[in-house]
């Protein structure tokens, strides 16, 4: 079965709008100025909109709500109170929004299906079976923490066994990870050979996702229920509607007022609202949610109108931007309340029974607190654990077959050898999936028979697709931040994504999900979770036309994260092994492919073989010399070798180092070559002012400063963009005529 097969066209709505409503007179109109909404009490869902009838629970189920809801609030005002004793150092609440919550973990299975909270699902969490001592941790920074290990602020959910991935501060980001998460499963279900590979999947599993009624007006929000809506995945979103977005109100931010409205043309979601105050109401429509992912029916939507009882964190005062009147109207919706005088008032149980039992959380809590309160923060010696994956090791000699190497064959441009590297990688481990913008050959199966296929813009990925089908390779929409965020999802549960960017230009969508995201999973949960991928980049100039938004390089502004690794492969033979290695290793990689090189017939290379592997972190010594060293990576390399023989001509010795990997770089192989010809030129093509070469001029100069017998000199591009017109690009982009010129400069210091 393929995603051709469970794809449907959507008709276009009836419902669209007419022409004349963009008319110029209707777009000249002045911006209406939005309306001040009342205060935004709960309203009742009108009856024609009510199901059948609600859940008939027990006493015992009553009683356990109450209780999961009142031992969440409770957490809540201990948290603050331990906040103002300076006991811990931030909080932000959960308060009412219990209600919902606790419906919703009574209707999921932990451990089984799979949780993307966000920060005020104090209460879900709880229910699914976090203890008050593991979220205290949490609060105090201690080691023992299961959700970060003392690395994230409180109310930061994660929890192995209960399968709740580690949580991030952005708004939104989570959501293409869950979308990604549920993908992983689909994805299983339809690659045969999956299925012995990876363990935990179930076929009615069901990921769940929150989001504040803020988080709504992100993109990711849209392309995540795209995605979801796209594949039917058995994603429930559920949507804490507290009408506020720390001070910005819903009608200020969301057209309409109700987000509901706005998606209401989303095809296969089932929608639902409810009140989020009113226990019984959301369990009835909790299960209805869950039951229709469980079915593998598609996404369903919950929209639960709910109350912020307190401010937005404790560093917020909502009395500075909220009326009297509306607060007090919250109040009278608060959900531990409100079910607290209907369990009495149904006399399920008595105004001393549940005394008695609020005692007993109150004194739960306090143990816990002081339990958390004793325990030890984690080591100072710790902070660089868990940056990368502890038991792979790409820069080991595990990774290294370069000395035993046999080619073969005839010579390959960088584009045949990378998509050789594909096709054995995914031959080899049926984890590995690929996707992007227009990788694949068709997407459109029926019509493959008569076409050659795209396969890329530049056919790196070409007949992948046909090898291994469209459940392995396939196309995405044309969203940057959708391909990064699934693929974090997906590499979460076991798969091994091979994305593309498909021009490094457009990479900035998806730089909160890398950034913040991708790099930062497995340090910040302390190593519960992890996300290893490989993102393939084409990047660079030096081809006419490229112009502005097709021949950018700035590689500083990745190598400068922790946890990614940055590779940049100057030939063909190195694109393939160090292409190995990124899929092979266990962390994050963004390998990036030069487009100018692609095809150039000086890097051709025969075939290495099928367990070809140069490992990160190690340089490679282009050419020999004596007198001035060159350190470079990517276009540089050729046009330092072609200036190094120009020097040589003038009585020069140039040495080249190639470090094909940026993040790690080959530290020992610059020392050694800087202290051998005690002159040092580092090129490369980003900007000169912050570029890739400032750190290591700068770390030549404090660590190698008695060996050098000149200033270390930079080539770089200028401080600028680089033009449409060559003779523009040429004076912009470093050329062969710099290289050289400084290469006799510094000899002649």
Not at 621 to 647: C, F, M, N
Not at 678 to 687: G, P
Request: net charge neutral; glycine share 6%; with cysteine.
């Amino acid at each position: 079965m393929s995603d051709t097969k469970v794809l449907r066209l959507v008709k276009k709505s009836e419902n669209d709008l007419p022409e004349k409503a963009f008319t110029a007179k209707a777009v000249a109109s002045p911006e209406p100025k939005p309306a001040r909404a009342a205060a935004p009490a709960i309203k009742p869902v009108p009856a024609r909109a009510r199901q059948p009838e609600k859940p008939k629970l027990s006493r015992e189920q009553m009683l356990k709500i109450f209780r999961a809801m009142y031992q969440s609030r409770r957490l809540d005002d201990k948290e603050i109170q331990m906040k103002g004793q300076n006991r811990i150092f931030f909080q932000i609440s959960g308060a009412g929004h219990e209600a919902i919550l606790v419906a919703a973990g009574m209707c999921l299975k932990p451990g089984h299906d799979w949780f993307y909270p966000y920060y005020r699902d104090r209460a879900l969490c709880l229910q699914l079976g976090m203890t008050p001592l593991e979220m205290l941790l949490e609060s105090v920074g201690a080691e023992a923490d299961p959700n970060s290990h003392g690395r994230q602020m409180p109310s930061h959910w994660g929890h192995k066994e209960l399968n709740i991935v580690s949580q991030s501060s952005p708004t939104g980001t989570q959501l293409l990870q869950a979308v990604g998460c549920a993908e992983a499963g689909y994805r299983v279900k339809l690659i045969k050979e999956l299925k012995k590979r990876v363990k935990g999947f179930h076929n009615d599993e069901v990921v769940y996702v929150s989001l504040g009624d803020g988080t709504t007006s992100e993109g990711e929000f849209w392309e995540a229920l795209n995605t979801a809506c796209n594949l039917k995945l058995p994603v429930v979103f559920l949507l804490e509607d507290n009408g506020y977005a720390i001070s910005v109100p819903v009608e200020v931010q969301t057209a309409g007022g109700d987000v509901s409205k706005l998606i209401s043309g989303f095809p296969n979601l089932y929608r639902q609202r409810c009140d989020g105050t009113d226990p019984i109401e959301s369990l009835a429509t909790m299960r209805r949610a869950v039951d229709n992912c469980r079915k593998n029916r598609g996404p369903s939507f919950v929209h639960a109108k709910v109350i912020r009882p307190y401010s937005h964190s404790l560093s917020d005062d909502e009395k500075l931007y909220r009326c009297e009147a509306e607060r007090l109207s919250d109040a009278e919706h608060d959900p531990v309340r409100r079910f607290e005088t209907l369990i009495v008032k149904e006399n399920i149980v008595s105004p001393d029974e549940l005394q008695k039992l609020k005692d007993e959380v109150d004194r739960e809590l306090t143990e816990a607190a002081d339990i958390a309160l004793a325990s030890p923060q984690p080591a100072p010696e710790t902070v660089l654990d868990f940056i990368y994956s502890p038991t792979v090791d790409p820069t080991s000699p595990e990774f290294d077959t370069e000395d035993i190497v046999e080619l073969s064959g005839n010579p390959g441009t960088m584009v045949d050898l990378i998509n050789r590297c594909l096709h054995t990688e995914m031959k080899r481990d049926p984890r590995v999936i690929a996707f992007g913008e227009d990788i694949a050959d068709c997407s459109r199966e029926e019509s493959l028979g008569q076409l050659k296929g795209k396969g890329g813009v530049f056919k790196v990925t070409a007949n992948l697709q046909r090898e291994f089908g469209s459940a392995r390779v396939f196309n995405s929409p044309l969203a940057e931040a959708n391909i990064v965020g699934r693929g974090i999802g997906m590499a979460t549960r076991g798969l091994k994504p091979v994305v593309e960017i498909q021009f490094f230009d457009y990479i900035w969508p998806a730089f909160h999900q890398i950034r913040n995201e991708l790099a930062l999973l497995r340090w910040r949960s302390g190593n519960e979770f992890s996300a290893p991928m490989v993102m393939r980049v084409p990047i660079g100039g030096y081809r006419r036309g490229g112009a502005i938004y097709h021949s950018q390089s700035g590689v500083s502004i990745f190598t400068q994260i922790p946890g990614l690794r940055v590779v940049y492969p100057s030939n063909a033979l190195d694109a393939n092994g160090l292409l190995r290695t990124s899929i092979r290793c266990d962390d994050p990689v963004m390998f990036l492919e030069h487009k100018h090189l692609y095809r150039q017939a000086y890097n051709k290379s025969p075939y290495p073989g099928d367990e070809f592997m140069i490992p990160f972190g190690k340089a490679k010594t282009v050419r020999e010399g004596s007198d001035v060293s060159i350190i470079t990576y990517g276009a540089l390399v050729q046009r330092s070798l072609v200036a190094a023989k120009q020097a040589e001509q003038q009585g020069i010795s140039v040495e080249i180092i190639d470090l094909r990997t940026l993040n790690p770089y080959d530290w020992n192989a610059i020392a050694e070559s800087a202290k051998k010809t005690s002159r040092v030129i580092v090129a490369h093509e980003d900007t000169m002012s912050w570029g890739y070469g400032a750190e290591i001029a700068a770390r030549l100069s404090n660590e190698l400063f008695e060996y050098l017998d000149a200033p270390v000199r930079r080539v770089a591009a200028m401080d600028t963009f680089v033009a449409y017109a060559p003779q523009l690009e040429e004076a912009i982009l470093p050329q062969v005529a710099d290289v050289l010129k400084a290469i006799v400069a510094l000899k002649g210091y």
